[in-house]
């Protein structure tokens, strides 16, 4: 397709390429191809002159044969599919394409792609989009991976007109469908709306979409993941990211389906519209998926058949798919490069349409890569978190546990207890701050080509007054002398008049256009400086809140270590005092017991007293 082939050229110029979404992790599925079930209906007899006799017979499990009857010779073509099934089993074949897809959802979280195009199917009941959106969380997050995931919902009406509407947040803006690589197909300015499990989804799902909404629209399922090799640097990271893309088309003549299939659709589309979406999920890079019900649309027979064919051969033909694993940061860093240098190539050459439109997609792909950036670090940031007020959890069971034993049961003699503060997230994310530099470079160029514009405009506004002067100095008569410098001398001060008002209008127009964005440029700075001052606020509240949950956390330790050698120290000391009351008591008891083993033996203690006095009185004897 040539537009996505443009497409890619303005990333290239911009620096940006898509070797990112290639990692070398991974290597590329040759085998991915076109999955097709088909829903058979018979035919009512009712229609255009060309339906009214075509019949639709199955011929086994996969093949379905077209006939066209009441001609001269009656046509047969035969077609292979994935499986072809009756109308009667319309589950049967919502369950053969979940069936078909299980493990293409299951990829879902490793960073590929899958695109579902559902025709013909607005009068069924809403059971085959949540039945996908099941199949989808089960497989994906069933990989065998503690890593935490990120899930966004997002949901669009489309038209055939080109206009597109955000039904999740309902208002008169149209939106545009872009392809940025490495994200690959997205709507620009849709709400993403994060969800947990297939219930929410499911259920957001259904509350957006009715009948009417429901049978032109553009789900979208993105599942983010943190990557094995994180990039070098605080605060960026590499992200597998894949989505789930269904698309429901109705069972019209002209629908794009159809005449994308049958190949009577433009090479060169416009970006955004409804065939080029259906081309891009054909064709891009993701697995496709096709669920056709035949039979009641009124599709004539040619372009029916035609793209039964189309079908068929596409079933047969092979792509590459890649995952997609990529650093948002860094994919930013790169845009705002390519931006840097195609200003730069801007300034030494004339200004063109073109160039402007290229600049314009340039800063478009910025944005929706900053709004992801800052989704992707907004997640990030909620998941430090909550790993941050997990691991304090164990410090707070402690002294909990600390506070019921009895070394710390009289704790409340010190002062109150620090209370517990939970990590909060933040109040909001910070706003896009708009780039002012490029806002202020793109106004600067307008009034130059204004500029441009309006010298030339003056130009050619005094070749036209010459010719005319030379014109009425031919019709002069040649010798009135007299009367040809009077005329020279007015047409003189005519032409002196004209330039000057020609001037007058140019440089009025040049002060306009100055003023308007003057203004502009104005609210953008306003809005720059509240965004990064909201932001810088946050980062300060988050560390102030960070800080104090630190310092409660420490005081609280250091409070539970006091009272401990307090009490210990109590303790001991009434330990030291039960042993001197219990030494006392035993020496009084042994002065006791002596005083009353001298009380009992006192003429044992006379008798030897004597006996010491005779021996020492008479030596000799």
Not at 581 to 594: H, M, N, P, S
Request: aromatic share 4%; hydrophobic share 40%.
């Amino acid at each position: 397709m040539e537009a996505m082939e443009g497409r890619e050229a303005v990333s290239a110029a911009a620096g940006l390429g898509q070797g990112r979404s290639a990692p070398s992790a991974l290597s590329d599925n040759p085998q991915a191809m076109l999955t097709v079930v088909v829903e058979v209906e018979p035919a009512t007899g009712s229609g255009p002159e060309e339906t009214c006799h075509s019949t639709f017979l199955l011929e086994g499990p996969n093949s379905i044969r077209l006939l066209q009857l009441g001609t001269l010779e009656t046509q047969e073509q035969c077609v292979t599919f994935d499986r072809v099934l009756h109308s009667e089993a319309a589950q049967e074949a919502e369950q053969e394409l979940l069936a078909q897809v299980q493990s293409q959802l299951g990829s879902v979280g490793r960073g590929y792609s899958v695109g579902l195009l559902l025709w013909g199917r607005e009068t069924e009941a809403p059971r085959l989009v949540p039945q996908l959106l099941q199949m989808l969380f089960e497989e994906a997050l069933s990989l065998g991976c503690s890593d935490p995931v990120l899930s966004t919902l997002s949901l669009v009406q489309l038209s055939p007109s080109g206009q597109t509407r955000d039904l999740l947040s309902p208002g008169p803006k149209n939106l545009s469908v872009l392809d940025v690589a490495p994200l690959g197909l997205v709507v620009e300015d849709a709400s993403e709306v994060e969800v947990c499990d297939s219930k929410a989804a499911s259920e957001l799902y259904l509350q957006a979409t009715g009948v009417e909404s429901r049978a032109c629209s553009l789900l979208t399922v993105t599942m983010c993941r943190p990557g094995p090799h994180p990039s070098e640097g605080a605060g960026t990271q590499t992200m597998w990211q894949g989505a789930l893309r269904i698309l429901q088309l109705p069972g019209a003549l002209d629908c794009p389906l159809l005449q994308v299939l049958a190949g009577k659709v433009d090479a060169e589309e416009v970006e955004g519209s409804l065939p080029w979406i259906v081309s891009w999920l054909l064709e891009g890079n993701n697995y496709s998926g096709l669920l056709l019900r035949l039979g009641s649309q009124g599709s004539s027979l040619s372009l029916l058949q035609a793209a039964l064919l189309g079908a068929a051969e596409r079933r047969m033909q092979g792509k590459h798919v890649r995952p997609t694993l990529w650093d948002a940061a860094e994919e930013a860093r790169a845009r705002r490069a390519g931006l840097k240098s195609l200003r730069l190539g801007l300034l030494g050459d004339t200004l063109s349409d073109g160039k402007f439109n290229q600049l314009g997609r340039a800063l478009r792909e910025l944005q929706v890569v900053k709004a992801w950036s800052q989704r992707l670090g907004s997640w990030m940031l909620k998941g430090v978190k909550a790993e941050a007020a997990g691991l304090l959890e164990p410090l707070q069971v402690t002294n909990s546990a600390a506070s019921h034993s009895p070394v710390a049961g009289r704790t409340t003699s010190l002062g109150p207890a620090p209370q517990k503060h939970s990590l909060r997230d933040s109040e909001e994310q910070a706003q896009q701050a708009p780039d002012v530099a490029l806002q202020f470079f793109l106004a600067q160029a307008r009034r130059q080509r204004l500029r441009e514009q309006q010298q030339i405009w003056i130009q050619e506004e005094l070749k036209h007054l010459e010719q005319e002067e030379e014109e009425a100095a031919g019709d002069q008569v040649k010798g009135l002398v007299a009367g040809e410098e009077a005329a020279q001398e007015r047409r003189r001060w005519h032409r002196e008049q004209t330039v000057l008002r020609l001037q007058l209008e140019a440089l009025q127009a040049e002060r306009d256009t100055a003023e308007q964005d003057l203004l502009a440029l104005y609210d953008l700075h306003v809005q720059a400086t509240q965004a990064r001052t909201c932001h810088v606020l946050q980062v300060f509240r988050a560390w102030r809140r960070l800080w104090e949950e630190q310092t409660m956390t420490t005081e609280q330790h250091h409070r539970s270590l006091l009272a401990g050698v307090l009490q210990d120290g109590i303790n001991l000391a009434a330990q030291n005092q039960e042993l001197q009351a219990r030494i006392q008591q035993l020496q009084q008891a042994q002065t006791r017991q002596e005083a009353v083993m001298l009380d009992r033996c006192p003429g044992e203690k006379s008798g030897d007293q004597d006996s010491f006095r005779g021996s020492f009185l008479s030596p000799h004897s």
